[in-house]
């Protein structure tokens, strides 16, 4: 044989023959092995073709990116997007011209196969020797694919042609989520400023930009909660600029917000006529005027906030029954309630990690903007982690068990000279501790026409001494609220209202406010607020030894089988009304009442 001549002394089958059929037959192979362009690719999840040049993916980086999506309306789930940021590197000694990259789903735990291919191609990337480039793209997710997790794999052809031998190949551990847009557990997605307008859980699914709109989220529905799961609702402070603001009118319940962050808007939660629900685990920030604000409302758990660096951090205007604890508040003035309505600052110690990290829950974290102040200058000789003198706003607001921060100095501190306070128009409420008087907003406090909160200063006031009110055996320092005289007629069409007529009055010597009678029907003579309930009667106040009599017409639930009932009402069934004497409150109909189906 001629070595010179090739196998078998054939001219044409030289060494470089023999290479060839080997990279030929490498090519077939790969035909079967490796055809990630028709759908299937191999298992090794970084591959270089033989032939292609001196180009390596070193990073592969993926977002779900909602940022580019203008306002959706309330529901609404829009079409998904996904940034992705590949990371490539020329490696060789000369310059690559016309690299084309292909972005593609595949399925975690299906990395064998593609799901889908993201947008076109990218064409025409050059890279200079040893230059690294991040190229970043926007796609557009398909609507077909199924919602699951998934990996970016992406595919460099490198010599430019659309089906090519010659490429490298990237797989990346970064998982994304498709279809997470949707909302998690039935929750009703929010994008953008939006009406809440009926029950329903809501999730905040990006952070929200309100610019200067008066109201970014308005709340008119009871039975809402809203989750921000950690996004920031922002607006620009016009005077009355709310983050979030429900607005009960004749009263809505039940209004849950939480996980929310609220920067640089006038008020971050302002709740108007709003009656049970919470604030919990939320921050507020840089509010210009009041960042959490209760207005004719009660019965609401304000716990787990951080409220730092705003104006105003809590105010509760003619509002009762509240229940405000363990928030850590560091603002310009921390809190402020009329004087004549309670509401609830503290809870009894309980172990459990508090808002400040220490280990024993009870009110709240007291501390000026500069860090010091109530919960760490004064006392706790115990150690306890509570301190030893409750914290007063006012004689009816008073936070009896304040979060301890530092037990360092043992003498009571100064009050603190006050700087500019936020003036709130009309009735006048007092903030004993800042050593201010602020005053609150008639009820129609929505008018564009008032003046907005903040723009005039206090008067400063000395602090009062706290009143705490307490009963001796007549009663004496407290409301009492009597139902008498319950009259109705002995028959009713079902379709038809019941009308009643009855008498309240106050034996007590403080006025009740804000309180309301709620009528019940029930199978037995004991009237009790688990009984089927037909409406109530709001009372905004009630002076002490005041009596009034009361008409009203309720209506029977559909569906109420046809037979005798007794009725009965019970006043301030919630307790937000401070009272010695509670059995008076209920009043039963002298007779039953038959239901006919007529």
């Known amino acids: 044989m001629d070595l ?7 001219p044409l089958i030289t060494s470089g023959y023999r290479i060839s059929r080997i990279l030929f037959l490498i090519s077939i192979i790969g035909l079967f092995f490796f055809p990630a362009v028709s759908g299937v690719i191999p298992p090794n999840t970084n591959i270089t073709s033989d032939t292609s040049p001196g180009v390596k993916i070193v990073d592969v980086s993926a977002i779900m990116d909602v940022s580019q999506i203008g306002e959706v309306p309330i529901g609404q789930i829009p079409d998904e997007r996904i940034t992705v940021i590949t990371s490539v590197v020329n490696t060789g000694i000369s310059v690559l011209s016309g690299l084309r990259i292909k972005t593609f789903l595949v399925r975690e735990g299906r990395e064998d196969t593609i799901s889908a291919q993201l947008g076109s191609d990218f064409r025409n990337v050059d890279l200079n020797p040893g230059e690294l480039k991040a190229i970043k793209n926007n796609y557009m997710v398909p609507k077909s694919l199924k919602p699951s997790n998934y990996k970016i794999m992406i595919r460099i052809d490198t010599d430019g042609k659309e089906e090519s031998n010659s490429f490298v190949q990237y797989i990346s551990d970064h998982i994304v989520k498709i279809g997470a847009y949707a909302g998690s557990g039935g929750s009703v997605p929010v994008y953008s400023p939006n009406s809440i307008e009926t029950p329903g859980s809501y999730l905040l699914m990006r952070d929200i ?5 008066n109201t970014i989220i308005k709340i008119t529905s009871s039975d809402v909660t809203i989750d921000g799961g950690g996004h920031t609702i922002q607006g ?20 849950n917000i939480k996980n929310c962050v609220f920067d640089g808007v006038d008020f971050g939660v302002w709740m108007y006529r709003v009656e049970g629900g919470s604030i919990v685990n939320c921050t507020f920030k840089n509010c210009k005027n009041v960042a959490i604000r209760l207005d004719q409302s009660r019965s609401t758990t304000i716990s787990d906030n951080t409220v730092v660096d705003n104006v105003m951090g809590i105010g509760a205007f003619q509002s009762v029954g509240n229940t405000i604890s363990n928030n850590y508040l560091k603002n310009q003035f921390n809190a402020a309630a009329n004087d004549d309505q309670r509401n609830f600052w503290s809870s009894e110690p309980q172990p459990g990690t508090n808002i400040a990290g220490g280990s024993v829950k009870g009110g709240n974290v007291w501390l000026d903007l500069n860090g010091s102040g109530y919960s760490m200058l004064t006392p706790d000789l115990n150690h306890d982690g509570i301190i030893d003198t409750p914290y007063t706003i006012n004689g009816n607001n008073i936070d009896y068990y304040p979060i301890a921060i530092s037990q360092t100095v043992t003498t009571q501190p100064s009050p ?3 700087p500019e306070s936020p003036q709130v128009q009309d009735e006048q409420v007092t903030n004993a501790s800042e050593n201010i008087t602020i005053t609150d907003q008639e009820s129609e406090i929505r008018q564009q026409n008032k003046t907005p909160v903040g723009e ?16 001796d055996k007549n009663g004496t320092g407290f409301a009492d609220l009597v139902l008498s005289n319950l009259n109705a007629i002995e028959s009713i069409c079902s379709k038809a209202g019941l009308p009643i007529t009855y008498t309240i009055e106050n034996t007590g010597d403080l006025e009740a406010r804000y309180f309301s009678v709620h009528y019940y029907l029930s199978d ?3 009237i009790t607020g688990s009984d089927q309930e037909l409406g109530y009667h709001i009372i905004e106040n009630l002076k002490p030894h005041e009596k009034q009599e009361l008409h009203d017409t309720l209506n029977i639930p559909v569906g109420t089988p046809m037979k005798m009932y007794s009725i009965g009402a019970i006043a301030d069934p919630s307790n937000d009304i401070y009272e010695k004497n509670k ?16």
């Open 4 to 10: 010179d001549r090739g196998r078998w002394g054939n």
């Open 209 to 213: 930009q309100g610019g200067d709109r």
């Open 236 to 255: 620009l402070p016009t005077g009355f600029t709310s983050a979030i603001y429900a607005d009960g009118g004749n009263i809505i319940k039940n209004v």
């Open 416 to 418: 603190m000279e006050s």
């Open 456 to 471: 005039q200063n206090p008067t400063p006031s000395q602090s009062p001494v706290p009143d705490i009110r307490t009963s």
């Open 524 to 526: 037995d003579q004991v």
């Open 583 to 598: 059995i008076n409150n209920t009043v039963l109909l002298n007779h039953r009442v038959q239901i006919k189906d007529c």
